[in-house]
Nanobody, 123 residues
C-alpha cells in the first residue's frame, strides 16, 4: 500500500507560479511511475503529466506543455509539479498518483491516489 500526500496548493493570480509536492510513504518509491491529474468543478478528472520511475522520461498533456514541469527526488520519496504561467483554466483540485506499470503514456492505470490539493488561479 502506498499513501500519497499532496501539498503546495493555494490561490495565485493569472501568470503566477506554484509548486506542488507529493510525498509517498513507501520504501519502493523508485519502482513507481508517478502522475499528476486534476479535476475542475463539474468536469471529469484529467491527466496532466507523468514521470517514469527514474525521472528520465516525462509525458505532458498538451494543455500544460511548456508551462508545467514534473520532477522527482527518489531519495526523498517525493514528486513535484512546478506550475508557471498559470491561467484561470488551471483551477482545479490536483491529485498525484502512483502506478506499477512503467509505461507512462498509459494515462489511466494508476493504483494509488492522494487526497488532492486545491489550486485556484484568479483572473
Amino acid at each position: 500500500q502506498v499513501q500519497l500526500v499532496e501539498s503546495g496548493g493555494g490561490l495565485v493570480q493569472t501568470g503566477g507560479s506554484l509548486r506542488l509536492s507529493c510525498a509517498a510513504s513507501t520504501r519502493t518509491f523508485n519502482t513507481y511511475a508517478m502522475g499528476w491529474f486534476r479535476q475542475a468543478p463539474g468536469k471529469e478528472r484529467e491527466f496532466v503529466v507523468a514521470i517514469s520511475w527514474s525521472g528520465g522520461l516525462t509525458y505532458y498533456s498538451d494543455s500544460v506543455k511548456g508551462r508545467f514541469t514534473i520532477s522527482r527526488d527518489n531519495a526523498k520519496n517525493t514528486v513535484y509539479l512546478q506550475m508557471n504561467s498559470l491561467k484561470p483554466e488551471d483551477t482545479a483540485i490536483y491529485y498525484c498518483a502512483a502506478k506499477s506499470n512503467p509505461v507512462i503514456r498509459q494515462k489511466y492505470d494508476y493504483n494509488y491516489w492522494g487526497q488532492g490539493t486545491q489550486v485556484t488561479v484568479s483572473s
